[in-house]
């Protein structure tokens, strides 16, 4: 029975919870009485371990490891010692990069996060420096990873353009939509309101909302009655104070509401309730926000500078990010042509049908080839 020993401590947001968590449980669901899973998290992780599966044991460091500095130096000196004390066969990390000393057993790499690949993503001093010291270590971990995982084509292509090497072993694994979202859309008795536009994210600067903001005063200059709501939070204030200013100096206030952080069923009402789906983000490996859209039969116009054509597929039309007036057309006939949008509605339901754990994640049983 192979032991695969999963680094967790690099899962510092909700999102890196869900991707992790949603693998590693199917994959114990898959592979039970076969194989076994050691999740390492640390103090401030506790909702990373809830809830595992009885073939996933939990190693719990008493440290808070937030910072990637003392998270490197951690595993330097002590990630091969735990490895061989569990007994393990290969080690998995959902972080793009290998730690600092490899574990004496194969490696598994997982990459998902594009921040410091992607160009239009504005770095200046210590980002910069950070987003330098990552590419040297995801060229490396294509270069000396047992098996490298890419949550998309798009974002493999991203560590080729930044000169990595094509991993030795390579596969394409995509996430999931969280099963409490199909529950919700499948359950929903919330009606559909005409002409509402919904953006999603986490609202940093690449995300590209100004964009939206323009195509609204392009429809409101068309004559078009509609409601736009941004929600999310917003991990850069600054930005957000920008954006109300664009919406307060083109007279969209009756148009465009900020709503900001939302709970989790507040947000399923959201996704209930829209006629289609925009988010026009520069920086985007994967874009979970649309398929949980997508979910709910909600069109989605997306940006071709990430992975949303290749996520979003069929159930959607993409534009570049900075050409407000397409944005605007692709919104335009999704409000007023009910029949394009009910068939493109259809189409979303369908492509949201590829992103379950149970289709998604087989692929990675792969890796315990490597034992």
């Not at 206030?253 to 069923?265: E, F, N, T, Y």
């Not at 309730?273 to 997508?294: D, H, K, N, W």
């Amino acid at each position: 029975m192979a032991v695969a020993f999963i680094d967790g401590l690099s899962a510092r947001a909700p999102s890196g919870y869900h991707v992790l968590g949603g693998h590693l449980r199917e994959l114990a669901r898959r592979t039970a009485g076969r194989h076994r899973f050691v999740l390492l998290y640390d103090i401030t992780q506790d909702a990373l371990a809830k809830d595992l599966p009885k073939n996933v044991s939990a190693v719990r460091l008493d440290v808070d490891l937030t910072s990637p500095f003392r998270r490197a130096a951690w595993q330097a000196t002590q990630l091969s010692k735990e490895v061989r004390r569990v007994g393990a066969n290969l080690v998995f990390t959902p972080a793009g990069s290998l730690p600092p000393a490899r574990p004496p057993v194969p490696h598994v790499c997982f990459a998902q996060n594009p921040w410091c690949l992607t160009k239009a993503v504005a770095k200046e001093g210590a980002d910069k420096i950070r987003a330098s010291i990552q590419r040297y270590a995801y060229r490396r971990a294509t270069a000396e990873a047992d098996l490298m995982v890419y949550n998309s084509n798009h974002l493999r292509q991203l560590y080729r353009d930044a000169g990595a090497p094509a991993a030795s072993r390579e596969l394409i694994v995509y996430q999931a939509v969280d099963e409490s979202a199909r529950h919700a859309a499948a359950a929903s008795a919330v009606p559909r309101r005409e002409n509402l536009i919904l953006s999603v994210s986490v609202m940093a600067r690449w995300k590209n909302a100004e964009t939206l903001v323009r195509a609204c005063a392009e429809l409101r200059d068309r004559g078009r009655r509609f409601e736009a709501r941004l929600v999310g939070p917003w991990s850069q204030p600054d930005y957000r104070v920008e954006i109300e200013a664009e919406i307060a100096s083109a007279s969209l206030r009756d148009h465009v509401r900020i709503v900001g952080r939302v709970s989790r069923d507040e947000l399923y009402r959201h996704y209930a309730e829209a006629t289609v789906f925009c988010l026009m983000s520069r920086c985007e490996s994967f874009g979970i926000p649309a398929v949980e859209a997508q979910t709910f039969g909600v069109p989605v116009v997306g940006s071709t500078a990430c992975a949303m054509p290749e996520i979003g597929g069929a159930g959607g039309r993409y534009c570049d990010p900075d050409d407000v007036t397409a944005v605007a057309d692709h919104l335009d006939r999704l409000l007023t042509d009910r029949d394009y949008q009910a068939g493109l509605s259809a189409a979303a339901r369908e492509n949201a049908e590829r992103f379950r754990w149970e289709r998604v994640t087989p692929p990675l049983e792969a890796m315990f080839d490597l034992c």
